[in-house]
């Protein structure tokens, strides 16, 4: 852990691009925050990046004692009362920086779980990453195969899911986060209508003053999905927002995540 200090401070050096996307959306995002609190945010979000390699490399190698050790889960139950029905369950999170231990943490306590994700790139990696994660869940599902996550959900499969990202018009409806219109991606609600399968919302978060990690599954949403498609993808959306505002330094500000905008509307990045 001590040298995820000076790779904290390495890394907006490193990313520069990046830098500049985490500096507009936590602008835009916090408006109310004056400018030193802002960059607070941003200096501090590179830091929790660079913990994410440490916790990558824990997530894919420790044991479960050692995970255990360093972590707590509450709602546990939730998740289990979602399933109690036969029915299965679609475990919504979002893209923060812990994500990776967050999932390893949950497979401490239970195991029968896939997720779905987007292949690596490289063969190698993606052997090495694979292989990680199908030691603490029942397997990945590639975000592309979606038949195969219909088919998984109908036969009461607990499917690991974070759709804060933006992939266009054409797969999503604008809905607000943090009151701005953000396109907010369509299979969110279409899973559960076509499966049955009940959402319980799940964060994974770093508590800097204990140094341990906690994760937090919510009760199964009531009444999810509705009749409107916006209502629906607004209330994914403030069960993020409010974890992001509790733990601002945490979420992937790097991802260019209000890149599609209202018709009319000026480019949100440079």
Known sequence: MVLSVPLGWLMPHLMKRRYRIAERNISRCFPEKPLAEQQSILKACFYSLARTVFEIGWSWSASDRAIKKMSEVHGLENLLEARSGGQGVLMMTAHVTCLEIGARIIGCHFHAMKGMYRPLKSPVLEW?????????????????????????????????YASDQDFGPEQSVFAPFFKIPTATLLATRRLPQMTGCKVVMMFPSFDARTRRYRVDILPALDHFPGDDAEQDLARINACIETHVRKYPEQYWWVHRRFKTRPEGEEPFYD
């Not at 990680?132 to 397997?139: F, Q």
């Not at 599902?141 to 219909?150: C, L, M, Y």
């Open 128 to 160: 090495y990453q694979t292989r990680g994660r199908t030691a603490y869940s029942e397997g990945m599902i590639n975000k592309r195969d979606s038949r195969s996550a219909i088919r998984y959900l109908r036969q009461g499969g607990v499917l690991w």
